[in-house]
């Protein structure tokens, strides 16, 4: 069983959709988790970040964690166009100095005008 | 603009071959990350260096190294290369210290094809 799992979509929208995706982890070290967005020919880039469990919101954006169940979910309310790119889920470990992101695979999401 | 800076943007070689890859990371960043990314794979973690010191290893294979320099400049060198060895590399750098943890500042790669 892979640390992360991602369903890599492809997903495809109509623009102003509530879009939910979501992975799974095995590891129960993992305290922050992370949601990284990517552009297409681009580099990923960090879109937010949560703490251990619940909920944190910016924007149309909602990240949620379920520890119990290993559970991350990233909401995306009233998606636009610009929306369109592959969101990565990234657990995050820590230890010896170090901080170590494990990468889900990503799911490409679409959103259509 | 992340700030990180990767050369060169596209690659193309032969099977056998060795490849130097070269990553600047943001200003004053100590910690550089290399990252290679296929299809099937995923983002997969390779190695990091932090002021110049290795300081963790993910699945790196032994045909590839890498290296950072005093000006934290840093390079991923790839040899007897395979055709599995098509990727996106991508480096990235964090300060460690004061910013979020994990939060990585990503290159926008080097497309490496293998042929």
């Known amino acids: 069983q892979k640390e992360v799992e991602q369903d890599p979509g492809p997903l495809s929208v109509p623009e102003g959709a509530i879009v939910s995706l979501n992975c799974t982890y095995s590891?129960?070290?993992?305290?922050?988790f992370m949601w990284y967005r990517q552009y297409s020919r681009k580099g990923p880039e960090l879109l937010m970040y949560?703490?251990?469990?619940g909920n944190k919101e910016d924007g149309r954006f909602t990240a949620q964690v379920d520890k119990s169940s290993k559970y991350i979910s990233l909401f995306i309310r009233d998606s636009q166009p610009s929306d369109s790119a592959t969101y990565l889920c990234?657990?995050?470990?820590?230890?010896?100095?170090?901080?170590?992101?494990?990468f889900g695979k990503g799911t490409k999401l679409s959103v259509i005008p | 603009d992340s700030g990180v800076t990767q050369t060169p943007k596209h690659l193309i070689t032969a099977t056998g071959q060795r490849v130097t890859l070269r990553c600047s990371p943001r200003?004053?960043?100590?910690?550089v990350y290399w990252y290679q990314q296929s299809l099937d794979q995923g983002l997969q973690f390779l190695i990091q260096?932090?002021?110049?010191?290795?300081?963790a290893k993910g699945n790196i294979l032994e045909r590839f190294s890498a290296q950072q320099f005093p000006d934290l400049h840093s390079e991923l060198n790839l040899s007897s290369l395979e055709l599995g060895d098509s990727a996106l590399y991508f480096c990235?750098?964090?300060?460690?210290?004061?910013?979020?943890?994990?939060?990585?500042?990503f290159g926008e790669g080097s497309r490496l094809t293998v042929l």
């Open positions: 949560t703490y251990s469990s």
């Open positions: 990234a657990p995050l470990s820590s230890g010896a100095g170090s901080y170590q992101l494990t």
């Open positions: 590891n129960s070290a993992f305290q922050y």
């Open positions: 200003s004053g960043d100590l910690s």
């Open positions: 260096y932090y002021n110049g010191e290795e300081r």
């Open positions: 990235a750098s964090s300060a460690l210290a004061g910013e979020v943890a994990g939060e990585l500042f």
